[in-house]
């Protein structure tokens, strides 16, 4: 289907041009009204007062939110740096010619992709110390990110091979490359190129999901956040304040994925893969620009 | 092993609440995306902006961040809900936006004959939505809602963040007590296998019942 208006159907005629006015008018004063609702509600509990925010931007407070949002970015560079092997890994493995590799590498991916994130995290927490194994917590949230991130994007890499063309895995067999050869040469190479929006999804999910080393006490920006909250006394304030700093990170990282997806498939006219069973992002991610995904 | 068939009531506890968190905030997110994804395709700019200010803000802010602020922020704002409300409310404005989001994505799949026919014979936009666009939208985006279903039964276990005692908060809870982590969340494992599974399922026979073929 073509590229259409953001509005569904024909253009609409001058009748329908001025009633589309009116209610813009009608909605833009409700909503409006809205936000002023929300604003009283803020102003009546004295959440608006100067003090309570004033803490907030104390450079103290300041340098030890950022110092939080810093521990994020810690987290989740170590974590997707483990993902990504443990992902190619498992890809290949439930790719692989012998059955017993194959059946152990979707055992891995099947079940860690369909257990909670946090109950992994939690049971990680708990389970490692009785085991004798005392680690700092940062290292508990990253194994814990790292094994379902890895079967996550195990089912992305693999999607990315399998999306490619039958022959291109049959001409480099028949060229005489060995099946490594193949898959290190030719396949992974093209694969890695068309997984690169579903990836870059996933990664965002990644850094959202480093919010739950907040449960092992790990201190970053959240856990910071309610640590700032309460020695402020604002912990209202100071919630929003992280929640701002979220969503400026995440926004600017999707906005980057999505240029990226463009470009890509302008260059090489491939569209972003679909993964079986894929997580919220990936399905959300494929409909930015208003096109099916499927 | 003992361990699991011990507590098997409290599991059971456990498994009800996620149960009851899963599909009541399932149901009020699938109205706040059918709600978001007609705001999205509408033809009034400024419900235009603001559904795609909702998805914006709601996907880019971490779940777990929404669901602290909801339960230590809302109170100071004299709304004091239970721990199991807030979890539920703050889970269906969270997977509302995706829902929303893939249901636009079924809108676009809609011919577009089918908008200029039910705006010919005289249907005004939100008869249109109701009666025409949306029942064919979600129709074809069934196995995304059948995942987004799957990631809500997931996703419910962070409402032990908020003290919400479902099967996350019964394994910690018998962990700690027992100090024997494995059996306690191999229980809670295989308490969300027992629903995430049949959900697989249910969403691929669902899928296969109401598909529209073009």
């Known amino acids: 289907m073509s590229a259409r208006a953001p509005v569904i159907g024909d253009p609409l005629g001058p009748r329908g041009r001025r009633r589309a006015l009116v209610a813009s008018v009608l909605s833009a004063l409700v909503l409006a ?15 608006l007062d100067r003090d309570r925010w004033d803490v907030l931007l104390d450079p103290d407070v300041l340098r030890f939110l950022l110092g939080g949002l810093g521990h994020t970015l810690e987290l989740f560079a170590v974590a997707a740096a483990m993902a990504l092997p443990i992902a190619v890994l498992a890809a290949l493995g439930r790719l692989a010619l012998s059955r017993p590799v194959r059946w152990t590498a979707g055992t891995y991916v099947e079940v860690f992709r369909a257990l909670p994130l946090l109950l992994q995290i939690l049971f990680l927490y708990v389970f490692l110390p009785e085991a004798g ?17 890895g079967a996550v994007m195990g089912e992305i890499v693999r999607a990315g091979v399998l999306s490619l ?37 996933q990664m965002i999910t990644l850094l959202k999901d480093t919010s739950l080393a907040y449960v092992v006490a790990f201190e970053e920006l959240l856990r910071r956040g309610r640590i700032a909250g309460e020695y402020a006394r604002s912990p209202l304030q100071a919630l929003l304040l992280v929640a701002a700093m979220y969503i400026a990170v995440n926004f600017t990282l999707s906005r980057i994925a999505r240029r990226l997806e463009v470009r890509q498939r302008r260059r090489y006219g491939a569209g972003p893969i679909a993964v079986a069973g894929a997580p919220e992002d990936l399905s959300a991610l494929g409909t930015v620009d208003g096109r099916s995904d499927s | 092993m003992d361990l699991i068939l011990d507590n098997l009531d409290l599991f059971g506890e456990g498994l009800w609440t ?7 905030a399932y149901l009020l997110a699938f109205a706040i995306g059918l709600a978001i994804a007609t705001l999205r395709v509408s033809p009034v700019g400024p419900l235009r902006a603001a559904g795609v200010t909702y998805v914006e803000l709601v996907r880019n802010t971490p779940l777990l961040v ?45 011919a577009a004959g089918q908008v200029d026919a039910a705006r010919a014979i005289g249907l005004t936009f939100t008869q249109t939505m109701s009666l025409v666009v949306l029942p064919q939208a979600v129709r074809s985006v069934v196995p995304p809602l059948g ?37 306690a969340f191999g229980g809670a494992c295989v308490a969300y296998l027992i629903l995430t599974l049949p959900a697989g399922l249910f969403f691929g026979r669902l899928e296969r019942k109401v598909l529209v073929r073009r």
Do not use: C
């Open chain 2, 66 to 110: 929404l669901l602290i602020l909801a339960f230590f922020g809302l109170p100071k704002l004299g709304l004091v809900w239970s721990p199991f409300t807030t979890a539920v409310i703050i889970l269906s404005v969270y997977t509302g936006a995706f829902i929303g989001e893939t249901i636009r994505a079924g809108v676009n799949t809609v």
């Open chain 2, 18 to 24: 996620t149960v009851q968190l899963t599909v009541l």
């Open chain 1, 133 to 149: 194994i005392h680690i700092d917590p940062l290292w508990v949230a990253a194994i814990g990110l790292a094994l379902y991130n």
């Open chain 1, 33 to 47: 009204g809205l936000i002023a609702l929300v604003v009283a509600r803020f102003a009546d509990r004295g959440q």
């Open chain 1, 165 to 201: 063309e039958r022959g291109q895995s049959e001409a480099a067999r028949a060229i005489g490359l060995s099946y490594w050869e193949s898959m290190r040469l030719v396949l992974l190479p093209q694969a890695a190129r068309r997984m690169i929006p579903a990836g870059i999804s």
């Open chain 2, 147 to 183: 995942n987004l279903f799957i990631a809500l039964t997931k996703n419910t276990s962070l409402a032990y963040a908020i003290s919400v005692v479902e099967l996350t908060g019964t394994a910690e809870r018998l962990a700690t007590d027992t100090a024997r982590a494995l059996p």
